[in-house]
Each structure stands twice: as C-alpha cells, then as structure tokens.
C-alpha cells in the first residue's frame, strides 16, 4: 500500500468579530474627531451624521432611525452623545426613557462635551458653563476649536479623564449629571474594553 501523504488544504482565514459602536452626537466636528482614535482590530466607532439636527430628541430620532435601518448584531452598541447645554430636564428625561426602551446607551456632559475633554487635563473644578470650560480647555489645548481636535494631547489623559469623571468624589448618577460631570466615561470604557 502507497504511504498516502495528509493532505493539508488551506484553512479559510479567521473572522475575528470586530465590536460595532454606533455613536449619535450632537456635535458635528469634535465628537467625530475624538470617537475616531477609538477605532481598532476589535472595536469600529461609527457615527451617526448630525445635517443639522442636533437636539437632544432629533439625536434620538437619528439613532431610532438606524437602529430601523440596520440589523445591529448581538453584541454591538448604540450611544447617543449629548451636552447638557440649555436643554430642560424634560426633554432629557424623555430621552433617557426613549434611549431605555430602544436598548441604546446614553452619554451625557454636562455643560457641554468640552467639559469631557478637560477631564484629560484636570479635575474641571470651577467650571460653570460652556464657555469657561472651553476658555480652560484651551490652556492645554491652544488651538482647539470645533474642527481642530488636537486627539495625540488627549491619547494620554484617557485613563485620567477616566478616573476624573468616574472619581469617588462625583456624585453617581443613573441617567446624566445635574452638575458639572460627565458620562462619557461609560462609553470610553467599553471602547477600551475595559468594562
């Protein structure tokens, strides 16, 4: 009998799945920008165009919107990204409570998404509005503005930031901050696969 050689054939390539964080924001330029260094072999950061329609319900219905669009596998996420900015606290209720039924997650800075940012640099204490927190944001940031994110600063205060908006010292919130905060560390753990 002939001494058969195995046959070895070529396996097909190994798939690995690869996250899917669909983000609905309410900015146009600077949530882009920084949600974009999140993008890896593991984890795809897509978002949601704005066009203009940026409040918090509009960023909503643009999230409902995919969601009846798109089959979303197991697994992947859907966040809205909003600023606590002017809007009234019905209307951020009415949010929360579509973002519960729809399964999506919520990520909110209050005053505004700047605030979130600062949080790479220090512990925002002080910071009463949008502008003085844009104002300190650029001590370390000079030539930020909302089409200029300067993302290789922030890389590295993503831990802190982390550690200052989670922070034993802030008050735990369920659904978004009543005060200066910021919840955008839940959705910058999970793109870090760190919970």
């Given at each position: 009998?002939?001494?058969?050689?195995?046959?070895?054939?070529?396996?097909?390539?190994?798939?690995?799945y690869?996250?899917i964080?669909?983000?609905?924001?309410?900015?146009?330029?600077?949530?882009?920008?920084?949600?974009?260094?999140?993008?890896?072999?593991?984890?795809?950061?897509?978002?949601?165009?704005?066009r203009?329609?940026?409040?918090?319900?509009?960023?909503?219905?643009?999230a409902?919107?995919?969601?009846?669009?798109?089959?979303?596998?197991?697994?992947?996420?859907?966040?809205?990204?909003?600023?606590?900015?002017?809007?009234?606290?019905?209307?951020?209720?009415?949010?929360?409570?579509?973002?519960?039924?729809?399964?999506?997650?919520?990520?909110?800075?209050?005053?505004?998404?700047?605030?979130?940012?600062?949080?790479?640099?220090?512990?925002?204490?002080?910071?009463?509005?949008?502008?003085?927190?844009?104002?300190?944001?650029?001590?370390?940031?000079?030539?930020?503005?909302?089409?200029?994110?300067?993302?290789?600063?922030?890389?590295?205060?993503?831990?802190?930031?982390?550690?200052?908006?989670?922070?034993?010292?802030?008050p735990?919130?369920?659904?978004?901050?009543?005060?200066?905060?910021?919840?955008?560390?839940?959705?910058?753990?999970?793109?870090?696969?760190?919970?």
């Open positions: 009998m002939a001494n058969r050689r195995r046959g070895f054939g070529r396996r097909p390539p190994f798939r690995s690869r996250k964080f669909v983000l609905a924001t309410e900015g146009q330029k600077t949530e882009p920008a920084y949600f974009a260094m999140f993008n890896s072999k593991t984890v795809q950061v897509k978002i949601l165009e704005s203009y329609r940026t409040a918090p319900l509009q960023v909503l219905d643009r409902k919107q995919f969601a009846r669009d798109t089959e979303i596998r197991k697994g992947d996420e859907v966040w809205l990204v909003i600023d606590r900015d002017n809007w009234t606290v019905a209307q951020l209720r009415e949010v929360f409570t579509g973002c519960r039924q729809h399964n999506f997650s919520l990520a909110v800075s209050n005053p505004c998404f700047e605030y979130w940012l600062l949080l790479h640099f220090e512990d925002g204490r002080a910071v009463f509005d949008a502008r003085s927190c844009r104002v300190r944001l650029q001590r370390y940031l000079p030539e930020f503005d909302k089409g200029h994110v300067e993302i290789s600063k922030l890389r590295p205060g993503v831990v802190a930031a982390i550690d200052r908006a989670a922070g034993k010292d802030r735990s919130c369920r659904d978004w901050p009543r005060t200066t905060g910021s919840t955008v560390y839940r959705l910058v753990r999970k793109l870090q696969g760190t919970q």
